[in-house]
Every structure is written in C-alpha cells, then in structure tokens.
C-alpha cells in the first residue's frame, strides 16, 4: 500500500513551516528595531520596526491559511504592503551619511535602480519589497551603512519569492503547460518556496549577529523560536497521523463497497441465467428450434431483449450454428461451438460467466449466460441471454448503489461513471498503467491504495473478475477522489495551524517576561 500521507497534506505543511521560519525571521528583525527604538526614540525606528512586525503577521497569515483562502490573501497582500512601506518610510526618514572623500580613493559609482519587474507582473506586493530593497542597496552603497547590504539581499529575495507567489493563478488555468507548473509542489511552487526560505534565512543570518550582543532579545527569540518548532512537530504530527488514520479507514470502506458492487454484478449474473433459463423452458421456442421456425424465434427473442433491456439474446442449434440474434436477425448461420459457454450448454448444463467482446472502439466484457433447449427429451440448441458492461450497466449500478465505478477489460478502460469537466465525456480506452495494480489483480487478489485517475489523485480498490474457467481477464475498480476524502482532514489541519498560529501570539508575552527574569538574573 502507498504511502498514506497526500502530497497535499505535504505541501499544506511545507507551506506552513516556511511561512512560519519567515514570520520568526521578521518578528526578530520587527524585535531588534523595537528594542533600538525604546533606547533611541526616532520615529525611523519604530517605522522599520512596525513594518517588520506586519510582515510577520503577514506571513503568519499566509502560512494559516484561515477561512476563505482569497480573502486571506488579499488581507496578508494588504499586511505585506504595510510592512514593506513603513521600511521604505523608516529607511528614507534617515538621512544618508554620505562616503569621506580621501586622496587616491574612488568613490563607488552611483547606484542605479533595477529595471522595472515583468509587464505580466501587476501586483503591489513584489512592488513593495523592491522598494524595500532599493533602499537599503541605496543605504549600503552611497552611504557607510554597509552592514545593510544582507538586508538589501533579502528583500530581493522577498520579490523573487512575492512575484513567484503570483504564479499560483495559473493552477486554474486551462493551459496544460501551465498548469502543473504552478499546482502545489509543482516547480514554480517549490521555487518559491525556497526563495522564501533563502530570504528569511538570509534576514534570520543579519539579525542573530545584533543578537549575540543584547542578552535580553537573545533569550527572548531563542525560546520563542523553539517553542514555535515545538508546536509545529507535535501540531504537524498529529495532523500526520489523523491523515492516515482516516485514509485507511476510506480505503477499507471503499473495499467493503467493491464488494458490494461485485455482489451487484454477481446479481446482474443471476438476472442473466434467470431470464435464459425462463426463455429455454418455454414450449415455444424448443418447438421453434426443432422445426427451425426463424419468425417465432425472431419474435421470441425479440420480445426478451427489449423487455429485459439485454444486450443480446442467441439461439443456436445443437450443433451450435446460431439461428437467430435478436439484435441482429438478418445474421445467423455462423457457427459458436467453440465458445466454453456454449459447449456446456449442448451438454446439457447451464453456465454463466463474464466474456470478453471485441468491439470498433474498446474491448468490452460481457455477462453471459448459456442454457440448453430440450425438446422430447433431447438438447436440440442452446439459448444464450447476455448482459454488456457499458456506460449504461455502470450507471444502473450507482443509482442503485450510490457508488462510481469503472470497468477494465483487460487494462483498458470500458465503461466507467466517471466523466470530465464537462460533465459528459468519458474516457474510455484508456489503460491502467500501474504495474502493481496488473500484477496483483491478474494473480485473483483485490488491490488498494492510491492511483492517478484522469491525473487526479484517487483511494482506489480494483477487484478482478473472471471468466468461467476462473481466469482473470478483467477489473472493477471504485474509488474516490483523494481531494474529497481528505477535505474533512485538510479543514482539520488548517485549524490545528490556526490554533497554533494563536497560541504562539498568546504565549509570546509570557516568554518575553521569562527572558526578562532570566536576563536581571544573569546580570
């Protein structure tokens, strides 16, 4: 069995661990400048304090991911801006110590501003950490603040990372070059991921060399920060395991309903022999085909094949040339004595089994069943009443089962209630590619766990079926999506972090006065 934890729960995690490393990063810079401004009270101070404590929460909101996923954007957008503005603010109210000129030095040469980002790119957000970044190049390159330059590469970093994040509209594109590229876990989304990890590594890096020197924010961020790792292992674990919990319980249900579904098959099989067996036995047609009367078998046939809504109703003779098709009467005289069905059949016994028909477009397997007809005491034919697997025969079973379902003949796909966008199509003729799945139901086990279905994620259970002589020359398989069975455990993981996310803020006054004790205490 796969690996139970999804790629989604992966990349939900993922996204929640780097946006939390980044919301720490800012939250100790917000801290550093903070701490400067209660000994220093400039305004420029508590600006570029302010701005770093927005971008926290701003990241803190991207990686919870509470309520409406857009309307959380767009309030982590407004947050980002904010953040990234009042640095600019705070950067620009400093003035600019200008570099001493002295005999024999050259001076730098003037900085000049990137050039403007992509046409396609039209948000505010990577707009605002340009400019954030612009003016910390601008502090480190034509004044003597050169210890700024790490900053001034972190905000770069930031636009990468922000004008990235502006891919993730092109998941709902219906471009099929697009689209992956930018789905979750996909390389546009990895990418930004970790330029996102780069820059707040890259801000963590500058910060920490200011902490060594002020014991009291060094105490405060440690113990914040490995609170914050403490809560994400335990909170992601837990989630970790609710997820597997649950997918394994989807999966045993989903057998318990193949099972159901072979037992709708197994009826249908019933139904078959039922209405061969009542057709054999009427007085009629055994008269019929001993005298070989084509228009009562004609109107025999026909009558059951259209009252019963069969596939197909064969009447052969016994030497198992065929006398009449009643969806097809016009052709007969071919001989299907080689057909194990009707050989056991013109031996006097009644089988039923599952076959295989080769039609223009997919092969098709078919429920089939052959019984003999007797007249004064001797088989003179055989009826043979048979039930395809189509389209048709898959939607009868969800309407009485509640359950989608497809049929493979083979490996390839023959009737299946799955359908597409459109909510019409259906692809048929498609093969299973799994080699696991093949290998397991070819050797007559069922088989579960996770597979692609129409390049979605799917708990799947394929169930073999047979034919008379119990060889498998087909699949039944019912599934769900992986999406719809996690949903309940994918709102639950997004409490957990919105949990955690609150505690974190509520425990961070408790933190800072346990820093301060331990601090005086030192001292």
């Given at each position: 069995m796969p690996d139970v934890i999804s790629a989604q729960f992966i990349g939900q995690s993922a996204h929640f661990g780097v946006n939390l490393f980044a919301s720490l990063a800012c939250l100790a810079a917000g801290w550093l400048f903070l701490d400067a401004w209660v000994d220093r009270p400039h305004a420029s101070e508590l600006s570029k304090g302010s701005g770093f404590i927005l971008l926290a929460i701003a990241f803190l909101l991207n990686g919870a991911s509470w309520g409406d996923p857009s309307l959380t954007s767009f309030i982590a957008d407004l947050f980002k801006i904010a953040g990234y503005l009042?640095?600019?603010?705070?950067?620009?109210?400093?003035?600019?110590?200008?570099?001493?000129?002295?005999?024999?030095?050259?001076?730098?040469?003037?900085?000049?501003?990137?050039?403007?980002?992509?046409?396609?790119?039209?948000?505010l957000v990577p707009l605002a950490a340009l400019a954030a970044c612009l003016v910390y190049l601008r502090l480190s390159t034509r004044g003597l603040e050169r210890h700024l330059k790490p900053l001034a590469l972190a905000f770069f970093t930031f636009t990468l990372s922000d004008t990235l994040a502006l891919t993730s509209r092109w998941t709902n594109s219906s471009n099929p070059l697009l689209q992956p590229l930018a789905a979750p876990l996909g390389p546009l989304w990895i990418l930004q991921h970790l330029t996102l990890i780069a820059a707040a590594s890259l801000l963590a890096r500058w910060v920490w060399r200011y902490l060594t020197k002020r014991l009291l924010s060094q105490l405060f961020l440690i113990i914040t920060t490995l609170t914050f790792v403490v809560v994400l292992v335990a909170t992601t674990s837990v989630a970790a395991l609710l997820l597997g919990s649950l997918q394994r319980d989807s999966l045993a249900s989903l057998e318990t309903a193949s099972r159901v579904l072979s037992y709708a098959v197994d009826s249908k099989t019933a139904d078959t022999r039922t209405n061969a067996e009542v057709l054999a036995e009427n007085p009629a047609i055994s008269t019929a085909v001993s005298t070989r009367d084509q228009a009562s078998l004609n109107t025999l046939s026909t009558n059951l094949l259209v009252s019963k809504k069969l596939s197909e109703v064969l009447?052969?003779?016994?030497?198992?040339?065929?006398?009449?098709?009643?969806?097809?009467?016009?052709?007969?005289?071919?001989?299907?004595?080689?057909?194990?069905?009707?050989?056991?059949?013109?031996?006097?016994?009644?089988?039923?089994?599952?076959?295989?028909?080769?039609?223009?477009?997919?092969?098709?397997?078919?429920?089939?069943?052959?019984?003999?007809?007797?007249?004064?005491?001797?088989?003179?034919?055989?009826?043979?009443?048979?039930?395809?697997?189509?389209?048709?025969?898959?939607?009868?079973?969800?309407?009485?089962?509640?359950?989608?379902?497809?049929?493979?003949?083979?490996?390839?796909?023959?009737?299946?209630?799955?359908?597409?966008?459109?909510?019409?199509?259906?692809?048929?003729?498609?093969?299973?590619?799994?080699?696991?799945?093949?290998?397991?139901?070819?050797?007559?086990?069922?088989?579960?766990?996770?597979?692609?279905?129409?390049?979605?994620?799917?708990?799947?259970?394929?169930?073999?079926?047979?034919?008379?002589?119990?060889?498998?020359?087909?699949?039944?398989?019912?599934?769900?999506?992986?999406?719809?069975?996690?949903?309940?455990?994918?709102?639950?993981?997004?409490?957990?972090?919105i949990g955690a996310s609150v505690a974190l803020l509520v425990i961070t006054l408790p933190i800072f006065v346990l820093s301060s004790q331990i601090s005086r205490q030192l001292h």
């Open positions: 009042a640095i600019v603010v705070g950067n620009l109210a400093v003035s600019l110590n200008a570099r001493p000129k002295t005999m024999g030095y050259r001076p730098d040469a003037a900085f000049t501003p990137a050039a403007a980002l992509s046409a396609t790119t039209n948000s009447i052969t003779d016994e030497t198992g040339r065929v006398l009449i098709r009643a969806s097809d009467p016009d052709r007969a005289g071919d001989s299907i004595s080689n057909d194990p069905l009707v050989g056991r059949a013109l031996s006097g016994t009644t089988a039923a089994g599952i076959t295989t028909r080769t039609t223009a477009l997919t092969p098709m397997l078919v429920i089939t069943t052959a019984t003999p007809v007797a007249y004064q005491g001797q088989v003179v034919g055989a009826v043979l009443t048979s039930l395809a697997m189509d389209n048709a025969f898959v939607d009868g079973l969800k309407r009485k089962t509640g359950l989608d379902s497809t049929v493979y003949a083979g490996a390839t796909r023959a009737a299946t209630t799955l359908t597409g966008p459109d909510g019409i199509s259906r692809s048929l003729g498609t093969k299973e590619t799994s080699p696991q799945v093949s290998t397991t139901v070819k050797s007559g086990q069922i088989w579960k766990g996770i597979t692609n279905v129409s390049n979605e994620p799917y708990l799947s259970v394929y169930l073999p079926l047979k034919n008379i002589n119990g060889s498998t020359i087909g699949m039944l398989f019912v599934g769900q999506p992986q999406d719809a069975v996690i949903s309940s455990a994918k709102n639950a993981l997004k409490l957990t972090f």
